[in-house]
């Protein structure tokens, strides 16, 4: 076959993998030069402690599965199986960490609840003060801002693999084509539309009720720490966001223990992994409500800052980098992402939401699967 894929973020350039892996040839549009959009504005985890059960969790699994198996084919992607830690500082939250170890599937997420002594001899950099932590063997990460580009390499050594960026698909030609801005008009025997959080356009020509909204969130990256951060590290608001937490024990956390005012204004969450180089990326918000600001605030900045000194026990470097990110999230986030059926042979994927970096080789695999390439 000659599958066409329409964006180079993790979830096209994934299913860009899945097609040549498997005998095809792609041909691969991305509308910038190389991917600029949450793809590469992420923190790069492989997030599998906070999933929801059942398919999500599957899901999530066997991408954590498919990304070691590519790391080990593309060194350039940075995989490290680090692991997690989601501290806790009293009684309530270390409830409902407590809570997370008695799910039925909290074996396949590798969680283990540890005392403080515990989780700092996992993680040495962790010299505040904290109660205990959540540990997550099967979370890892990845690097986001050079993954893409190295998995492309990979995909030309193939031979089976073009690359066209800087061409933005402007319309479906019958069944298997599409017409780019050049007027170029490239040939297919399917078309997979990845188009991530650009939903306008030729996406809602196609698909004018889609069911996904955008998401907003603020991030930041740190100068080199000086000294390893062995695992990935959340705080105990993360337990808010995140499904796989749901329990009496966050319900009476969510009662008695009140977000900070930023925090809550800012629908935020401590997210932390170490770089390749040493920095650290910390996050993160979440803003629903389009139109976005084009400009940052300093408040959730000045709130992260203030949490993760009082885990590391120390100053943080300089902050280097400061950035904000739009990505695509199912209205029923129920879904791990939505997959529809435009025309004849062109399907659209996108909306895995904060999943996506996490999900992406699984969701791949799934959509080959089900089109029988």
Partial sequence: MRVIVVGAGALGTMHAWQAVQRGHEVLHIEREAEARGASVRNFGQIWVS????????????????????IGADVPGIGFRATGSLTVVKN???????????RRPDAAARGYRLLDAAEARALNPALRGEFAGALWCERDAAVEPRVAQRALKTALLESGRYRYLGGREVREVVGDRAVRDDHGDVHHGDAVILCTGAWLGGLVRELIPELPVRRVRLQMMQTDPLGEPLTTSVADADSFRYYPAYRSDALDALNTGQAQTPTAAAHKMQLLMVQRADGGLTIGDTHEYEAPFAFDTVEEP???????????????LPRIRRRWAG????????????????????????????????????????????????
């Fill in 50 to 69: 906070g999933r929801a059960g059942g398919e999500e969790l599957a899901t999530a699994l066997r991408a954590r599965e498919l990304w070691e198996a």
């Fill in 91 to 101: 009684a309530a939250e270390r409830a409902v960490a407590e809570a997370a170890t």
């Fill in 301 to 315: 900045y000045e709130h992260l800052t203030g949490v993760v000194e009082s885990i590391l026990g120390r100053t």
């Fill in 326 to 373: 739009v990505y695509a999230q199912c209205t029923d986030t129920s879904r791990v992402v939505h997959r529809q059926q435009a025309r004849d042979s062109v399907w659209l994927v996108t909306g895995p939401g904060g999943r996506g970096m996490t999900c992406s080789p699984a969701i791949a695999e799934t959509t080959a699967n089900e089109l029988n390439w």
